[in-house]
């Protein structure tokens, strides 16, 4: 019971993405897919449950591309890798989906990836490459076409973070955040909304940030999308 009310509770806080834009456009054959598999499946204990992992990569040759593409690899392609293990060997399994989301800007394409396990916990990472120039694209190059100072962004971001983080926990008892130590939380938030964390412009032209915010149940934190300022 109890790890159905923290599954509960965070899949109440993770944020809904969308389902993917159109992969080719405007660069033709830009991705592929290093997993792509379906299907339902029923462990050896019963367990039945629907599985999708879709796991990207490059079609480029650049060193970036490459670097990119084998870090995918090692993050989401391995998790893949150790659900089909599970299956193969009767096991429960403890990631079923994996997605993928492009946002296209010119040359520009910046890679949304996200991935669910057991306990509501869903991991988020984002990948920028420009076709155009065969390089990555980070967070200081698009606070520099933006025109915007990292001391602006962060003090945005952690304003919408601090926000976020207020809101989550606004109807929580004075006891219980005592307990918890609220005050604590809202400080590491705070320290981890910083220039490491990934950001990308989505395809509604809008920069978003992966943050971690604390969390009073489950894990210790859980990934969510802050939107520190609008683009353009």
């Known amino acids: 019971m109890k790890r159905i009310l923290f599954a509960a ?3 109440a806080l993770l944020t809904v993405i969308s ?3 159109a992969a080719d456009a405007p660069q033709p ?16 204990v ?8 879709h796991v990207p990569q490059l079609n480029a040759d650049s060193a970036a591309a490459k670097e990119i593409n084998t870090e995918i690899g090692e993050r989401f392609g391995a998790a893949v890798e150790g659900q089909l293990s599970n299956m193969k ?30 306990g509501g916990f869903t991991d988020y990472a984002v990948y920028g490459y420009d076709y155009a120039d065969e390089k990555r694209v980070r967070n200081q190059d698009i606070l520099a076409s933006l025109n915007v100072s990292e001391e602006e962004y962060l003090s945005n971001l952690r304003e919408k973070v601090q926000l976020m983080f207020e809101d989550m926990y606004r109807d929580v008892p004075e006891n219980i ?3 918890a130590g609220m005050e604590e939380m809202l400080q590491k938030t705070l320290a981890w909304a910083d220039m490491e964390q990934p ?4 395809g509604a032209g809008t920069v ?5 915010i604390a969390s009073i149940a489950g894990a210790d934190w859980y990934y969510h999308l802050v939107t520190p300022f609008a683009y353009g």
């Open 19 to 21: 389902a993917p834009a």
């Open 9 to 11: 509770l965070a899949a």
């Open 46 to 53: 019963g367990n039945t449950e629907s599985y999708a992992y």
């Open 208 to 212: 978003e940030t992966i943050v971690k």
């Open 199 to 202: 950001m990308f412009i989505n």
């Open 89 to 118: 060997e009767g096991y429960s399994l403890w990631s079923w989906h994996v997605e993928w989301h492009p946002y296209w800007h010119g040359n520009q394409l910046f890679l949304l990836i996200t991935a669910d396990s057991d």
């Open 29 to 44: 054959n830009a991705i592929s897919e290093l997993y792509s598999t379906e299907g339902v499946y029923t462990d050896s």
């Open 177 to 179: 955040r005592e307990q």
